[in-house]
């Protein structure tokens, strides 16, 4: 083991993974699993079929306590929080002043609090970046809590076997739930295009948890790989690859998570971090936006890969963000951002591809379209 591997922190899991013969890879500062024996194909595959279990503990958990603490947290992103019912959660995003994208989140009503769960690369700044600009409110990281991803049509077969009630919840639903004594918060949403649920829970019983839910024949533990591929097919953005602080959320096609409450005329317009750039972006359009990629042939495009209109043009116009192959779709697939003037699905491009021009197609997101229980 190298000193850099020694550096790097563990989950409540870390143990089960190695006992699960799981590859593990360095990843935003922790030791986490990008594949188990069964690869990643096998992983993706089993998810889409049946449930697969993710490890996501690296995330941040963080509560913000206080007089209107989501009207309060609205000052940093441009999405409409002070009306969500308790026992909600709703996507958003941090921004900057040029509009760019900090980071996103999930931000859910837990009644007497709001619990935001953001990446685990920007989790540090995250935090800060709440103390420092909500100074009105108790912002608090949790420290002693993993959080357990399970995904794929038969999840909710699988974990109301161990907790009934939440067959009772919707998608986006957030409810506090009892196993054996142990308190739960569960949300019903995900990150791979299937219905699915997050749960968090103290540590000391997380992996006794996990052994539960993966002793039901339908669940297999999942890596960061097939978390990538299963994603991508689901047309969802990476932090860091499909966005950051340089794309806008009208850029990255987001915009359906800027509700009318935040838009110019609405109820509680700006007021965010780069409000004069998104809400013009807004009525017309941004200069440039992500899309998807059909490669022709068999060979995957990678992020990084550039983008050009045709075979000959000598002037790169875009860049892929994410890329690889598909197994739900049996091709590759990939994203990425391209002027407004190309990103009209059928679009024909030319990615370069060491060093060889090949024909590439703009398609609609997403790939594969999402199982959301609604």
């Known amino acids: 083991m190298t000193d850099s591997q020694t550096d790097l922190r563990r989950t409540a899991l870390h143990a ?42 690296h995330m941040g958990q963080v509560i913000l306590r206080g007089p209107d603490a989501a009207l309060a947290l609205e000052r940093l992103v441009p999405v409409a929080l002070a009306e969500l019912p308790q026992g909600r959660q709703r996507y ?38 709440m103390q420092d600009n909500l100074r009105e409110l108790d912002v608090t990281e949790v420290t002693d809590r993993a959080l357990l991803a399970l995904q794929g049509p038969r999840a909710e077969g699988v974990l109301s076997g161990l907790l009934p009630e939440v067959a009772k919840m919707r998608f986006m639903d957030v409810a506090d739930h009892d196993w054996n004594g142990v308190p739960l918060w569960v949300s019903r949403s995900g990150y791979t295009g299937e219905d699915g649920f997050e749960i968090s ?16 024949p339908d669940v297999a533990p999942v890596g960061l790989g097939a978390r990538d591929s299963l994603r991508l097919e689901a047309g969802l953005c990476l932090y860091g690859n499909d966005i950051d602080t340089t794309t806008t959320p009208i850029a990255a096609g987001l915009t359906w998570a800027i509700q009318k409450a935040r838009r110019a005329a609405g ?53 892929i963000t994410s890329g690889g192959f598909g197994p739900s779709l049996g091709r590759p697939v990939a994203m990425g951002y391209v002027p407004a003037q190309y990103a009209g699905a059928g679009t024909e491009l030319s990615a370069e591809l060491r060093g060889k021009r090949l024909p590439v197609r703009v398609a609609a997101l997403p790939f594969r379209p999402s199982n959301y229980s609604k």
């Open 16 to 57: 089960l993974h190695l006992e699960l013969g799981a590859k593990m890879v360095p990843f935003a500062g922790y030791d986490m699993p990008v594949q188990y024996p069964m690869g990643v194909m096998g992983e993706h595959l089993h998810c889409r079929d049946k449930a697969g279990l993710f490890d996501v503990s």
């Open 92 to 129: 958003a995003m941090f921004t900057n002043d040029a509009g760019g994208i900090l980071d996103d989140l999930m931000v859910a009503n837990r009644g007497d609090h709001v619990l935001a769960v953001v990446n685990a690369a920007c989790k540090a700044v995250d935090l800060a970046h």
């Open 201 to 216: 829970l103290p540590e000391a019983h997380a992996e006794g948890f996990a052994r539960a839910l993966l002793a039901h």
């Open 267 to 319: 109820a509680r317009a700006g007021g965010f971090p780069g409000a004069d750039v998104i809400l013009p972006q807004l009525a017309q359009g941004a200069p440039r936006q992500r899309v998807g990629l059909l490669p022709d042939g068999r060979a995957p495009m990678r992020a990084g890969t550039a983008l050009f209109a045709t075979q000959d043009s000598e002037t790169q116009i875009g860049t």
